[in-house]
Nanobody, 117 residues
Framework: QVQLVESGGGLVHPGGTMRLSCAAS????????MSWFRQAPGAGREMVAR????????EYADSVKGRFTISRDRSKNTVYLQMDSLKPEDTAVYYC??????????WGQGTQVTVSL
């Protein structure tokens, strides 16, 4: 059974850091494009960071470039999102997403990140 489970969300002050984890089961992330999306209240879901492959090719939304870093741990079959210099506008539900052309797409259940004083 394919499953993505996010963890690491919570409340953090502006300027703080947080690391989200996405543990995958039922498939190997090495074979998939892995991404993090987020959705703020009243807004659509937007791509935040994307890891194309294990070769290190990553893409980021302009709003998070230089502050967020996506990475993978092959041994743990887990994807991470390191978030630094957090801003109130980063407040959202963050989702892990896996995609493999011709195979399928999978979403995690989401984890809430709140940046506030």
């Amino acid at each position: 059974q394919v499953q993505l489970v996010e963890s690491g969300g919570g409340l953090v002050h502006p300027g703080g850091t947080m690391r989200l984890s996405c543990a995958a089961s039922g498939f190997t992330i090495e074979l998939y494009e892995m991404s993090w999306f987020r959705q703020a209240p009243g807004a659509g879901r937007e791509m935040v960071a994307r890891s194309i492959n294990f070769g290190g090719r990553n893409e980021y939304a302009d709003s998070v470039k230089g502050r967020f870093t996506i990475s993978r741990d092959r041994s743990k079959n887990t994807v991470y999102l390191q978030m630094d210099s957090l801003k109130p506008e980063d407040t959202a539900v963050y989702y892990c997403f896996a995609r493999k052309s011709g195979v399928g797409n999978y979403w995690g259940q989401g984890t809430q990140v709140t940046v506030s004083l």
